[in-house]
């Protein structure tokens, strides 16, 4: 205590007033910090002394450790000269000045000593003194404190300089060590003797990419890396090549690796129920904390402004005559523009850390999806998944805000609370009152929020994936005429979305009113209550508190979006935990076993070796269902089997038999409940629904591989597609589009297949491949490949109906309602009593020894099996087909703003804006009465007003700033959805009538990203930013206003200050709306490729190919990652510019208060109140100006999906009104005529039918044959009017179907299309979706069509049908086609190659039963097999477009010169 009292004689307590004693800050906060820093620094230089250097300095390095303590050191030298002439005056110097200013001197010293050493990254690098100089810089906060309460300008000035740069030398070690650790770990990672041999390495390698990669800390800290992206911006279209690289810790890849190896780990140690967002922590926990630390400071130093406001409003009342107003008014600039610095660089360095964890979710949620089979992925839906990548992923993101804000608001608030206190004593606890009383209220609406999110994102989900389905399906659904229905069932969806939506953004409106009234309440009760508790009112009291109610309105707004977020972002980490948790598929597994761990013997239960075997099955019961679901609905029972390598084994059987799902169960895209299975080498799979990538031909058969033109042009002769492609436009490089919409059946089958055999492997399995290709083509493809020399060394299992491959294989296997029924040679299976499943042959006896005493040679036949052009729709160049995604140039118009106020309701925007301004109005009115009353009771002019008058004006003032507020907010929330509503409606309602060429050339991920994600940025993001930007544009009126009127000088800086302003507005914004663009743009692919990979996963998992679809994903989200990256560096570029400006303004202004507040100058800038006023309107300046330009550059940023969605409103229509009304039986006869028809698909293309001419008698049953592509499916578009025919006319009971209503003309017709479609939904709905049909007549047409015994046992017609329909065989689903079509009872029937995929046993019996039930109706069949349209009464055979012969099938059989008898014979043989 005496040692305190020698050294403190004036003060040895530790408290003193509102603070520490100044002793104890010497003592503690300088001495004793000073003191810790310089034993560490000197212990870390001695156990480093002998360390190998460190490699050379660079400049930026050079600066910081040399210049900057060398400037320290001399402001600390001449502290000790100034403390020594005072001691030389006579002055009393107290021992604890000298202590802190001798230690603060040495600690410089010894670093500019260290920094010379050899050892200086050593010691500068080491992680403990980084975060002690951290805590250095924060322990001296107090002390600064402290001196500002002393008045004196020169030393408040002095001292915050000191701790200026011992915060930037804190910021500059931490990177430093960041930087070297990171290169250290890139290039050093090498084994010993690697380093040892290359000694250069530092030097060299290391030492120039550091240099390569590090820029001058001042274009780190300006942003000066975006001067020539902003540059091309403003002079042209900025295109992807103009953008900034991407970091390399940014890559997609390495962040990929990050996560998933964290994610990992958490699956290892919580197997039960690993978290997601513990793994995020795990991965970018440690810098995300880092960053922590640099939010403390500079929220911190947000509370400077409001102290140096204080004294300088203090200085201004007392009048004095010296210069501490001028260091005071300097100071106040200096603190804004190092506050900008510090903003702009935490906000950099968030982001940054915000697009790696996108980055890495992305990649994350796509490798999944390459990993989790068919079965395991059933338990959500397609939707569902989109949305965990689209709306998911980036609420994940959201979290890096929401997390730090949850601590770093009320830390801010605490600060605020505290300064408070000092101003007003304990009367801001009324003030405290009101917010603790709200905390209850916001929680309670908190959990509302929270549970009506989940709840919208259930049908969000539900929504997008009954668009997808509507998207993928919408040929179908227009040829049913189904568009309406549909649309109606999605509308319903949607409601009850925006029913949820609604009550987020009411209870949303309520919390914005409940945390904006707040400051004006708080106001209110705080300023009441001093004045009742018996204090006066005075100028600098009262504008420190305005200016602290105006730093509390952000964190306090801000609270409940926090909030918000928070749970947003807990719901989607739960969704995603749930899905990255499926058991993924082992691709690298051999064999698969159930049960027990241990493999069982194969070798006991087969009659052969297993190393003889390319497969082989013991006892396997598999099931669709996954992990989850405890009932298993076995689709394979008991299986045991044994495919002998190098053998072609023909898988048989009834529709829904089991055929297909043999082939999943051995690609292990089934669940194994029971048993083993065995596969012995590669795979290449080609499903029944052919899989196509949108690319080019080529693309689509390389599939990753090497191009070799000898193998590839022999895979494309065995595959019949040589002739295709050289009659293409731009050959092998024509673009397919998405699902291969411009290819018809035959030719996506046979590039499947081409695939699949340029890819070549040991096991080849091919899921009905023939049935999609006439009899031809199959029999071209059977010899040539299946049967050739590029596949015939390999196994091949073949899922058919055809008859010359089940003759051609060495072995069959008859399938039965997922049980094996019989397993034999094709001799053995001849006399078998499963031969019933189909004939060998197709034709009676007589008919086939007509053909073969034939004249006809076998050269002849080789000729027909050529396939010819297909003209259904021949591909023409990439950009002829799929159209390049637009973006608009320039600014986005104000006709897109002008539409969305029009979607709002004018009426609504009147009241929104007018709220607005009046509540902004009677904030300024609030803060003037403020100004007035403090004027009127302090010096010479006091008035006869009581101070409950004064009060009671002030209340008027809050109660009409509340109730504003309440009308802006609700307004707002209004707007908003009725905005929502309108545009998804009128959107859908485009898109709904569409017509199908639109559909054919616009990918539809493109489309799914306007339904999807931009859609939930007119839903959600849109009205909050955009209300944010209102209550800014019309925050900053309010100020122009009030500084004009308080200080008439003020608009002199006025004029130019907003020049310039607009000038580097303008310059920012011509770069901000293209990066946007192109970063809407470059999203399009991500999900595109999302969609489609998700299609053809099964696909790739077969084809080992899941490294190259990940990598050009990788590409995909690097694209996105580098248009967010620049967009992010431009923003922050922006925000720096702009709150250096807005520091001019506080400097200006509170110069131009010093300078007023002489008496000696001829005029006066105003009364203390209205100065105080000025003052603390000019502080929050910076905040607002950067606040209002990034939300109105966020706001035209997010106007680009209003503007994207606006390009879909004018895309063309159908023509869908017509002057001929129709009755309701029409058609009554089915007479139909094509008179000179020509038909052509893209004005580039040749056309598909030309100048065809045929009469179709009404009541006739008529085939329709021809080579793939000979343009059959085109009769059908033109009648259905998908697409305009170029000239001639059809006529339909003497009636021209251009006179008809198209979406009348098509519900009068039945049709079952060449792609089977059922939609997610009950069977009943899906046969008769108006429900005009009874039970008794549904299960009549089932009965009829073959379908009833798997129905029943399905679980009858109010089963749940899965998406797609894959809770039926591709078979069934085509059977229950038919049933839909029979049920229509229409006069006209369509049937689009309706029997491909399903057996010949079936095939027959449904041509009796549509020979018999369709009597007097007039059926057009589109067919492959010519047992289809032998028994009918006429058919028309078409090629290249034109109609090449007709007549009765019977008597063109009988003449062997005519087409039909080639074909028939093509089919036997």
């Known amino acids: 205590m005496e040692l305190i009292t020698l050294i403190c004689p004036n003060s040895s307590s530790v408290w003193q007033g509102n603070g520490f004693s100044e002793c104890f800050s010497n003592i503690i906060f300088g001495f004793g910090v000073n003191f810790v820093t310089l034993v560490l620094v000197a212990a870390l230089g001695v156990t480093t002394r002998n360390a190998r250097g460190s490699g050379r300095m660079y400049l930026s390095e050079k600066v910081f450790l040399h210049f900057l303590p060398a400037l320290e050191a001399c402001m600390s030298f001449f502290d000790m000269v100034f403390l020594s002439q005072r001691v030389l005056h006579g002055d009393i110097v107290m021992y604890d000045e000298w202590l802190f200013r001798c230690s603060q001197f040495l600690v410089w010293m010894i670093i500019l000593v260290s920094s010379k050493k050899d050892c200086w990254c050593m010691i500068f690098c080491n992680r403990f003194l980084c975060f002690w100089w951290i805590a250095k810089s924060l322990l001296g906060l107090p002390h600064l404190q402290i001196t500002f309460s002393s008045l004196q300008g020169l030393r408040c000035f002095e001292e915050s300089c000191v701790v200026f740069l011992d915060i930037i030398f804190g910021i500059f070690v931490n990177i430093n060590r960041i930087k070297r650790s990171s290169f250290e770990r890139q290039y050093c990672s090498m084994d010993n003797p690697l380093l040892s041999i290359d000694t250069s390495l530092e030097e060299g390698t290391l030492g120039d990419s550091l240099k390569g990669k590090t820029q001058s800390y001042w274009h780190l800290l300006t942003f000066k890396a975006i001067t020539s992206v902003m540059n091309h911006g403003v002079v042209k279209q900025l295109d992807f090549e103009d953008l900034l690289q991407l970091p390399i810790d940014m890559d997609p890849s390495s962040c990929h690796a990050t996560l998933l190896s964290c994610w990992h780990a958490q699956q290892r140690h919580n197997c039960s129920n690993p978290s997601l967002f513990r793994a995020i922590c795990c991965a970018y926990g440690w810098p995300y904390f880092r960053l922590g630390l640099l939010k403390v400071v500079n929220d911190c130093i947000g509370f400077v402004g409001p102290v140096l406001l204080n004294n300088l409003i203090r200085f201004l009342q007392q009048g004095s005559g010296n210069l501490d107003g001028y260091i005071l008014a300097v100071a106040m600039g200096l603190i804004s523009i190092f506050k900008s610095f510090l903003d702009t660089q935490y906000t950099f360095h968030l982001s940054k850390l915000k697009l790696k964890l996108r980055s890495s979710i992305m990649t994350v949620i796509y490798h999944k999806c390459l990993c989790v089979n068919l079965a395991e992925r059933s338990k959500f839906s397609e939707g569902e998944i989109q949305t965990f990548m689209s709306i998911d992923a980036d609420r994940i ?5 929401s997390f730090h804000d949850m601590w770093s608001l009320p830390l801010q608030i605490g600060l605020a609370l505290y300064l408070l206190y000092t101003q007003v004593k304990f009367a801001f606890v009324s003030g405290i009152a009101i917010t603790i009383l709200l905390i209850p209220v916001n929680k309670w609406i908190s959990k509302l929020i929270a549970r009506a999110t989940e709840k919208m994102m259930k049908k969000k989900d539900e929504r ?110 739960r969704r995603l935990s749930r899905f990255l948790s499926c058991s993924e598929h082992k691709a690298a597994e051999l064999e698969q076993t159930a049960g027990s761990p241990s493999s069982p013997s194969f070798s006991g239960q087969f009659n052969f070796k297993l190393e003889d075997m390319a497969v082989a099955m013991c006892d396997a019961s598999c099931a669709w269902s996954s992990s989850e679901e405890v009932e298993k609905d076995l689709v394979l029972h008991h299986v045991t089997l044994g495919l002998p390598k190098g053998s072609l084994v023909a898988i048989i059987g009834e529709v829904g038999s089991g055929k297909s799902s043999l082939l999943n169960s051995i690609l292990k895209e089934m669940r194994l409940i029971h048993g083993s299975i065995y596969s012995g080498g590669s795979i290449t799979y080609v499903p029944q629904v052919p899989w196509i990538l949108s690319g080019t031909i080529r693309e689509n058969i390389l599939f990753g591989k090497a191009y070799d033109p000898t193998r590839y042009s022999d895979v494309l002769e065995a595959c019949a597609l040589d002739i295709d492609i050289s009659l293409m436009v731009g050959g092998d490089m024509a673009y397919i589009g998405d699902k291969g919409v411009n290819l018809s059946g035959g030719q996506r089958a046979r590039l499947a297949l081409a695939r699949a055999i340029y890819h070549g492997s040991d096991i080849f399995m091919l899921d009905d491949v023939l049935s999609a290709v006439d009899a031809q083509v199959a029999r071209c493809i059977l010899h040539n490949a299946i049967l050739g020399p590029l596949m015939n060394q390999h196994t091949r299992v073949l899922c058919t109906h055809n008859i010359q491959a089940m003759s051609s294989a060495d072995m069959i296997v008859v399938m039965d309602k997922g049980h094996v029924k019989w397993v034999g040679s094709s001799t053995d299976f001849s006399v078998s009593s499963y031969s019933t499943f189909c004939s060998l042959n197709e034709f009676t006896v007589s008919q086939v020894q007509s053909l073969e005493c034939s004249t006809n040679t076998s050269t002849e036949t080789k000729q027909d099996c050529k396939p010819e052009r297909d003209s259904i729709c021949v591909p023409g160049e990439a950009q002829e087909i799929i159209e390049i995604e637009l973006r608009k140039e320039g600014r986005v118009e104000l006709t897109v703003y002008k539409s969305y106020a029009t979607y709002s309701g004018w009426f609504i925007t009147v009241v929104i804006c007018l709220s607005a301004i009046l509540m902004q109005a009677s904030r300024n009115g609030n803060d003037l009465w403020l100004s007035y009353w403090v004027d009127t009771t302090t010096g010479s002019s006091h008035t006869e007003y009581s101070t409950s008058f004064y009060l009671v004006v002030l209340c008027i003032f809050c109660v009409i700033n509340s109730f504003l507020t309440l009308v802006r907010a609700f307004s707002f929330a209004f707007g908003g959805l009725r905005a929502a509503v309108q545009v998804h409606n009128t959107l859908l309602s485009k898109l709904i009538n569409a017509p199908v060429h639109f559909f054919d050339k616009t990918p539809g991920g493109r489309i799914l990203n306007r339904m999807s994600s931009d859609l939930y940025t007119i839903d959600d993001s849109l009205p909050f930013i955009l209300n944010i930007l209102l209550a800014n544009i019309v925050g900053l009126l309010g100020i122009a206003v009030v500084l004009s009127y308080v200080q008439v000088v003020f608009l002199l800086l006025l004029l130019p200050f907003w020049y310039v302003y607009s000038k580097i507005q303008f310059y920012y914004r011509s770069t901000s709306r293209e990066l946007r663009r192109l970063d809407s743009v470059s999203r399009s692919p991500i999900f595109a490729s999302f969609t489609e990979t998700l299609d053809g996963s099964s696909t790739i998992r077969a084809f080992k190919c899941e490294d190259l679809f990940f990598t050009r994903f990788s590409e995909h989200v690097a694209l996105y990652q580098q248009t967010s990256y620049s967009e992010l560096i431009a923003s922050l570029w922006l925000s720096l510019r702009l709150q250096l400006l807005a520091a001019l303004v506080i400097s200006f202004v509170a110069m131009m208060a010093v300078i007023g507040s002489r008496d000696s100058l001829p005029i006066s800038l105003g009364t203390p109140g209205l100065v105080g006023l000025a ?8 905040s607002l100006l950067g606040s209002f330009l990034t939300s109105f550059t966020e706001t035209e940023k997010e106007m680009v999906s209003v503007e994207r969605v606006l390009q879909y409103m004018d895309i063309p229509q159908e023509e869908l009104n017509g002057c001929q009304s129709l009755s309701p039986n029409w058609p009554s006869e089915g007479y139909i005529m094509f008179q000179n028809v020509s038909l052509r698909y893209l004005p580039s293309l040749p056309d598909a039918l030309n100048d065809i001419t045929f009469t179709i008698s009404g009541g006739t049953q008529v085939g329709i044959i021809g080579r793939t592509g000979a343009g059959k499916s085109s009769i059908l578009n033109a009648l259905f009017r998908l697409t305009p025919i170029c000239k001639g006319c059809i006529l339909v009971d003497g009636l021209d179907i251009a006179d008809v209503p198209v979406r009348d003309l098509r519900s009068h017709f039945a049709v079952v299309p060449q792609s089977p479609f059922l939609f997610e939904g009950s069977l009943r709905d899906n046969l008769d979706p108006f429900r005009v049909s009874d039970d008794l007549k549904i299960w009549k047409t089932l009965e009829r069509c073959h379908v009833k015994e798997e129905v029943e046992a399905a679980g009858g017609l109010d089963i749940h049908v899965k998406e797609s329909g894959t809770s039926f065989s591709v078979g069934q689903r085509q059977l229950l086609c038919l049933a839909r079509a029979l049920l229509k009872s229409s006069k006209v029937l369509c049937l689009d190659e309706c029997t491909a995929n399903i057996d010949a046993q079936t095939s027959s019996v449904l041509q009796n039963a549509i020979l018999t039930e369709c009597r007097g109706m007039t059926v057009i069949t589109i067919a492959h097999r010519i047992s289809t349209v032998l028994s009918m009464d006429n058919i028309l055979i078409l090629d290249r477009g034109i109609l090449v012969e007709q007549g009765n099938p019977q008597v063109l059989l009988q003449d062997h010169s005519s087409r039909f008898s080639g074909f028939a014979k093509a089919s036997t043989m």
């Open 397 to 401: 993101v959201n979290l890096c805000n």
């Open 464 to 573: 997008i994936s009954k668009t997808a389905e509507i998207l993928a399906y919408i040929r179908t659904l227009k040829m049913y005429g189904w568009e309406l229905l549909f649309m109606s069932w999605l509308m319903e969806i949607r409601s009850s979305e925006v029913k949820h939506l609604s009550t987020r953004k009411y209870l949303d409106a309520w919390c914005v009113f409940f945390w904006a009234t707040t400051p004006t309440l708080f106001s209110l009760f705080t300023f009441g209550l001093f004045t009742l508790m018996g204090y006066q009112l005075d100028a600098a009291m009262v504008f420190t508190c305005l200016a602290l109610f105006n730093t509390l309105i952000s964190p306090l707004n801000s609270f409940p979006w926090v909030i918000n977020g928070l749970i947003d972002a807990i719901i989607s980490t």
């Open 1175 to 1182: 003052l603390s309107y000019a502080a929050p300046i910076v």
